[in-house]
């Protein structure tokens, strides 16, 4: 069977799921995991540290289930590890609005 070009994008819409969301959140999973390597931190003290279990902090590290992973969390875990953010907002695209 050959292979088909995929739009990643118009695959994740047909699955429902938001790709922007989980580039975003892939982005700050990342900045955790520099983190706590920097501060030579066991996932384990920083589970302790953030008031989560072990198994949370490596599930997260680890991507599993990442849609299911919240951005206050993530925001939490960040700020425990000494980082400020500053929420922006862009227009990306024009709304498609059809009055069917």
Do not use: C
């Amino acid at each position: 069977m050959p292979w088909e070009k995929v739009d990643i994008d118009q695959w994740a819409d047909e699955l429902g799921v938001n790709i922007n969301e989980l580039r975003q959140k892939e982005q700050l999973i990342e900045k955790i995991v520099k983190s706590r390597k920097r501060f030579d931190l066991t996932q384990g003290q920083l589970a302790e540290i953030v008031g989560v279990s072990q198994p949370r902090i490596a599930q997260i590290e680890n991507r599993t289930k990442i849609g299911k992973i919240s951005f206050d969390v993530l925001f939490n875990i960040l700020g425990v590890l000494g980082h400020d953010f500053k929420i922006t907002t862009r227009k990306v695209r024009d709304l498609e609005y059809s009055d069917a």
